[in-house]
């Protein structure tokens, strides 16, 4: 499962071993929320950019096409054609966005599709179910995620349930793992700590989720609308009473920044739609910050996005004409522009590997940091 190579401080260099491959960490998991990457980068291209796992995202693939397809087909990997680890998510945050249409029982939830509208119910059976079509190397547990400003009468009965979803989750993936017919029979289970900005809570939770042994744990509920010191307190707080021989998964985080300072503080695993969202908009990330191509400054820089980079649009193409396809309108834009973007965050998990296995992190992030702050000396 999970091989601890060496520590930096509290920082991890690991090495998850799954049925699909054997996964570095840290890791930055490119999602690719219905099965493909926003952006038209395919599955070819994420193996070019140094992609080790794409994440799929279960209540959007339940409602298209239909995890029943997705079964027929062969299961995700197939289905995608993508042969290394894939991350499903349970559909527990799209409960959590979908908020002005859900109801919370201990059941599961009910909440209407964002698509046609129709009623669907899902719990902790239902999630494990959808992604064990899916046939994903990790599916991560079912729970509910609370608001970063709900109070503690309401936090502390949400992560009690949320546990009680987790060894429902737990009960049905191993019976679905031993179902004859099941696509991926060696599915592993993430369980997922909440709790607000609540040390205690978080704490407590992490104590009793820890207790079930499990492949590896999840902090959800962070990036949601706390501050960012808000967050890091809470990461400090939670990993030392989460295991240390599992990986730590950090959901939906993050800026390059936020990376940095979680790694330092014991994460191992993380995601964020930042990187082709901003991508999509013409923003492009660099060691020496984030820079808006659509900017009229950029308009004859012949120039890579960054140079010295090695990804495919930096090594073929110009800012100039990457910012002439995006005002254009024209989807090679996108694609250079997510392509470099992925590629950046990929790179830096490498670079992240490297520093903590020669015992420099803390040096490391400082200069890293520095470089985003100072902005592109021209």
Not at 13 to 36: D, K, L, S, W, Y
Not at 71 to 93: A, C, E, Q, Y
Not at 315 to 329: E, V
């Amino acid at each position: 499962m999970y091989k601890l190579i060496c520590r930096d401080g509290n920082a991890k260099r690991g090495e998850f071993h799954t049925v699909h491959g054997v996964i570095q960490t840290p890791v930055f998991m490119n999602v690719g929320t219905v099965g493909a990457i926003k952006g038209a980068v395919s599955t070819m291209d994420l193996k070019e950019i140094g992609t080790q796992v794409e994440l799929s995202n279960t209540y959007h693939l339940h409602v298209r096409p239909g995890d029943e397809i997705v079964k027929k087909m062969g299961g995700l990997h197939k289905f995608m054609n993508w042969d290394r680890p894939i991350l499903t998510d349970s559909g527990g945050f799209q409960v959590f966005s979908l908020a002005g249409l859900r109801k919370i029982k201990e059941e599961g939830v009910y909440f209407n599709s964002h698509i046609d509208g129709r009623r669907i119910f899902m719990g902790p059976e239902e999630s494990m179910q959808i992604q064990s079509n899916l046939g994903s190397t990790i599916a991560m547990a079912f729970d509910e995620c609370p608001s970063s400003v709900a109070e503690r009468a309401y936090i502390q009965p949400s992560v009690d349930r949320t546990t009680r979803w987790l060894m429902r989750c737990k009960a049905k993936l191993d019976e679905l793992n031993r179902t004859e017919g099941t696509v991926n029979p060696d599915q592993m289970l993430f369980g997922i700590n909440q709790g607000g900005i609540f040390e205690d809570i978080r704490i407590e939770h992490a104590k009793r989720i820890s207790e079930l042994d499990l492949p590896g744990y999840a902090i959800g509920g962070l990036a949601v609308g706390e501050s960012h010191e808000d967050m890091y307190r809470i990461i400090e707080a939670v990993t030392p009473y989460l295991p240390l021989e599992k990986p730590v998964y950090l959901m939906g985080v993050g800026t390059p920044a936020n990376i940095l300072e979680a790694v330092e503080r014991g994460v191992d695993f993380f995601d964020c739609v930042y990187p082709a969202r901003n991508g999509r908009h013409g923003h492009a990330y660099t060691s020496f910050g984030k820079i808006n191509l659509l900017n009229a400054k950029y308009e004859t820089d012949p120039r890579p996005i960054e140079p010295g980079c090695n990804c495919p649009a930096c090594r073929n193409y110009t800012r100039a004409y990457i910012r002439h396809l995006l005002k254009a309108g024209e989807m090679l834009g996108l694609r250079l522009m997510v392509t470099h973007n992925l590629y950046f965050y990929n790179h830096l998990m490498e670079e992240i590997r490297t520093a903590i296995e020669e015992q420099r992190y803390s040096s490391f992030k400082k200069e890293k940091l520095a470089g985003f702050e100072a902005g592109e000396q021209d």
